[in-house]
Nanobody
Framework: QVQLVESGGGLVQAGDSLRLSCAAS????????MGWFRQAPGKEREFVAA????????YYADSVKGRFAISRDNAKNTVYLQMNSLKPEDTARYYC???????????????????WGQGTQVTVSS
């Protein structure tokens, strides 16, 4: 099991940037696909981005492609989400999660992620 703790959320204006961090504990972090998901009030949790264990492959939801960038530092057991050109519709609670199989078909489905953090709130004002 991997324990995950997100940080870096906050209240920003449209067009601003934020960088979220997710610190993981556990010796096998470097072998997991890591994902970022978000959930707005009254909506289902949705996929934002994922990164393969090596960091060599990244995947994004169409809604954030070109604005967000996911990265990881396996030496620090940390995954990041750089969010640029933020929009009010990006307002949500952001969660990082760990997926153990590395199967590409699983990366955007929250049901396949075994470990989750508590989330960090991002609010974008217009």
């Amino acid at each position: 099991q991997v324990q995950l703790v997100e940080s870096g959320g906050g209240l920003v204006q449209a067009g601003d940037s934020l960088r979220l961090s997710c610190a993981a504990s556990g010796r096998t972090f470097s072998s997991y696909t890591m994902g970022w998901f978000r959930q707005a009030p009254g909506k289902e949790r949705e996929f934002v981005a994922a990164i393969a264990w090596s960091g060599g492959s990244t995947y994004y939801a169409d809604s954030v492609k070109g604005r967000f960038a996911i990265s990881r530092d396996n030496a620090k057991n940390t995954v990041y989400l750089q969010m640029n050109s933020l929009k009010p519709e990006d307002t949500a609670r952001y969660y990082c999660a760990a997926e153990r199989t590395g199967i590409p078909a699983y990366r955007a489905n929250p049901g396949f992620y075994e470990d989750w953090g508590q989330g960090t709130q991002v609010t974008v004002s217009s």
